[in-house]
């Protein structure tokens, strides 16, 4: 289960990279107009819809992703089935598809529908369409119907598969958002502890994208408390030191903790992959300090390391528990970064602002010595320590000879013909395969190819030293199979 889900985590790095780009558009257009969204200045419209092309796609680039990432080949077909499953079950539950599916107007409609555009949609759809790809990608039909053979079946039996998933979901979806809500409702009278409890599953959520349903509960009117809106003015009724409790605790983390988590998987990343991770983790820590987006941290390593997402989410709560504990408040409109903190440190609900600083500060090192430590004490597969350690000896391999197509063809015989193959991809030096009898493989025979070595990580996992050809011998052995 673990290994799957870190195919899943490595799967996501595709998209994550696009988006700390997009969040610093989006901080400096809210930056240059705070209250309008770019209603006020065209710079700052400009910037913000730039922005919002990636950042409000996301769980679109998430399915492409996924499926890209999951196939056994990187084939265009695993792309567009993601894409395909993904507006499938996003057509099929949206409030006006649903409101028309139960014969009642859309204000009746549970709200959990509103919120099927999510990112634990987009991860879903990709990891189906790569499982039908994987099963279906080679199917041959009769003659009549060959042109819908192989590959172009993909997306049709992608369609077919998330018709049966929606129609799952539509019953157990707005159950378990309604729960939630009533989750929410529940501990709302726990005062700081309550707001803690609600920071902690506000993060674990975050995968799932049912945060929603907390958040409709404690920053909106669900249950008449409308933190945000209080907070900032737009309706009256706000309390200093209380209104934004369900708020203030975030800086700390968004501001701080992560940009600290993403310097200790840096400092703890191989020597050879400091430099790729440097830049995505750079990139990542900015947009989350400076605009509080952290989706390029926190999917960077939640699937790669669950158990360390976990004490994200431990963190976050006791953040907001403190934060509401001592009454020190402040506010956002979009997210608890640098922009919205200095525009809400402002306001006449602001209580004692700059104290969440020195939390930051607090809980930034925590969150570096804390990461720092899981990460060795475990080794935990955060980016930059995959379980790859490419050697000089592997970087400089040389194989028998230059036709990659022999060279795959003496690997396939060796691994015990393409019936023992499950699966194939490949890191930068590396073929990583996976198949059914690890007895019929010939290290002999796949030797005699010129390769650098054979590693047996597991019961059916079979690795071949290729070297900086890998892409090539993987193609071919793609065809042949």
Same mark, same amino acid.
């Given at each position: 289960?673990?290994?799957?889900?870190?195919?899943?985590? *490595?799967?996501?790095?595709?998209?994550?990279?696009?988006?700390?780009?997009?969040?610093?558009?989006?901080?400096?257009?809210? @930056?240059?107009?705070?209250?309008g969204w770019g209603a006020n200045n065209v710079a700052a419209a400009f910037l913000i819809k730039s922005a919002s092309a990636i950042v409000d796609k996301l769980p679109i680039?998430?399915?492409?992703?996924?499926?890209? +990432?999951?196939? /056994?080949?990187?084939?265009?077909?695993?792309?567009?089935?993601?894409?395909?499953?993904?507006?499938?079950?996003?057509?099929?539950?949206?409030?006006? &598809?649903?409101?028309?599916?139960?014969?009642?107007?859309? !204000?009746?409609?549970?709200?959990?529908?509103?919120?099927?555009?999510? !990112?634990?949609?987009?991860?879903?759809?990709?990891?189906?369409?790569?499982?039908?790809?994987?099963?279906?990608?080679?199917?041959?039909?009769?003659?009549?119907?060959?042109?819908?053979? +192989?590959?172009?079946?993909?997306?049709?039996?992608?369609?077919?598969?998330?018709?049966?998933?929606?129609?799952?979901?539509?019953?157990? @979806?707005?159950?378990?958002?309604?729960?939630?809500?009533?989750?929410?409702?529940?501990?709302?009278?726990?005062?700081?502890?309550?707001?803690?409890?609600?920071?902690?599953?506000?993060?674990?959520?975050?995968?799932?994208?049912?945060?929603?349903?907390?958040?409709?509960?404690? @920053?909106?009117?669900?249950?008449?408390?409308?933190?945000?809106?209080?907070?900032?003015?737009?309706?009256?009724?706000?309390?200093?030191?209380?209104?934004?409790?369900?708020? !203030?605790?975030?800086?700390?983390?968004?501001? %701080?903790?992560?940009?600290?988590?993403?310097?200790?998987?840096?400092?703890?990343?191989?020597?050879?992959? #400091?430099?790729?991770?440097? $830049?995505?983790?750079? !990139?990542?820590?900015?947009?989350?300090?400076?605009?509080?987006?952290?989706?390029?941290?926190?999917?960077? %390593?939640?699937?790669?390391?669950?158990?360390?997402?976990?004490?994200?989410?431990?963190?976050?709560?006791?953040?907001?528990?403190?934060?509401?504990? %001592?009454? @020190? &408040?402040?506010?956002?409109?979009?997210?608890?970064?640098?922009?919205?903190? %200095?525009?809400?440190?402002?306001?006449?609900?602001?209580? *004692?602002?700059?104290?969440?600083?020195?939390?930051?500060?607090?809980?930034?090192?925590?969150?570096?010595?804390?990461?720092?430590?899981?990460?060795?004490?475990?080794?935990?597969?955060?980016? $930059?320590?995959?379980?790859?350690?490419?050697?000089? #000896?592997?970087?400089?391999?040389?194989?028998?000879?230059?036709?990659?197509?022999?060279?795959? /063809? &003496?690997?396939?015989?060796?691994?015990?013909?393409?019936?023992?193959?499950?699966?194939?991809?490949?890191?930068?030096?590396?073929?990583?395969?996976?198949?059914?009898?690890?007895?019929?493989?010939?290290?002999?025979?796949? *030797?005699s190819a010129g390769v650098a070595g054979i590693i047996k990580p597991g019961k059916t996992s079979v690795q071949i030293i290729i070297g900086t050809q890998v892409q090539f011998v993987a193609d071919e052995l793609n065809k042949l199979l």
């Open positions: 289960m673990m290994k799957y889900l870190q195919r899943i985590g *490595k799967s996501l790095m595709l998209p994550v990279a696009v988006l700390p780009a997009a969040a610093i558009l989006y901080g400096i257009g809210y @930056w240059i107009d705070p209250f680039l998430f399915a492409v992703g996924v499926a890209i +990432g999951m196939a /056994k080949t990187k084939d265009g077909a695993s792309a567009l089935s993601g894409l395909v499953a993904y507006l499938m079950v996003t057509t099929l539950l949206s409030s006006e &598809t649903v409101a028309m599916l139960q014969g009642v107007e859309k !204000a009746m409609v549970n709200p959990a529908f509103g919120k099927i555009e999510n !990112a634990f949609i987009g991860i879903l759809s990709g990891v189906i369409a790569a499982a039908c790809f994987n099963k279906f990608g080679n199917v041959k039909l009769p003659s009549a119907l060959s042109f819908f053979s +192989g590959r172009r079946s993909v997306p049709i039996v992608t369609s077919v598969v998330m018709m049966f998933v929606s129609v799952i979901l539509f019953f157990i @979806w707005p159950a378990i958002y309604s729960a939630l809500v009533y989750f929410g409702q529940l501990i709302v009278s726990l005062g700081p502890i309550g707001a803690g409890i609600y920071a902690f599953f506000n993060r674990l959520l975050i995968p799932t994208g049912l945060h929603h349903a907390l958040n409709s509960v404690f @920053w909106f009117d669900v249950a008449g408390i409308s933190d945000i809106n209080k907070f900032w003015g737009t309706i009256p009724g706000g309390v200093k030191g209380i209104t934004g409790i369900y708020q !203030a605790g975030f800086f700390p983390i968004m501001m %701080f903790g992560l940009p600290a988590a993403a310097l200790a998987m840096y400092h703890t990343a191989k020597d050879n992959k #400091k430099k790729v991770t440097f $830049g995505l983790l750079l !990139a990542g820590a900015f947009a989350s300090f400076f605009s509080g987006v952290t989706e390029p941290i926190e999917f960077a %390593f939640m699937f790669l390391a669950p158990g360390l997402y976990f004490v994200h989410a431990l963190l976050t709560g006791l953040s907001v528990y403190l934060a509401a504990h %001592f009454g @020190w &408040t402040a506010g956002f409109m979009f997210s608890a970064g640098f922009v919205d903190f %200095f525009l809400s440190s402002r306001l006449p609900l602001a209580n *004692k602002p700059f104290m969440l600083l020195i939390l930051g500060l607090i809980f930034g090192a925590a969150y570096y010595i804390l990461f720092r430590f899981l990460i060795v004490k475990f080794n935990l597969n955060t980016p $930059g320590r995959e379980e790859d350690e490419i050697s000089e #000896k592997e970087m400089n391999t040389k194989l028998a000879n230059d036709d990659y197509y022999q060279v795959a /063809k &003496t690997i396939l015989e060796g691994l015990g013909g393409k019936d023992n193959v499950v699966s194939v991809d490949n890191c930068i030096t590396r073929l990583r395969i996976e198949v059914t009898d690890i007895t019929l493989v010939n290290d002999k025979k796949i *030797k």
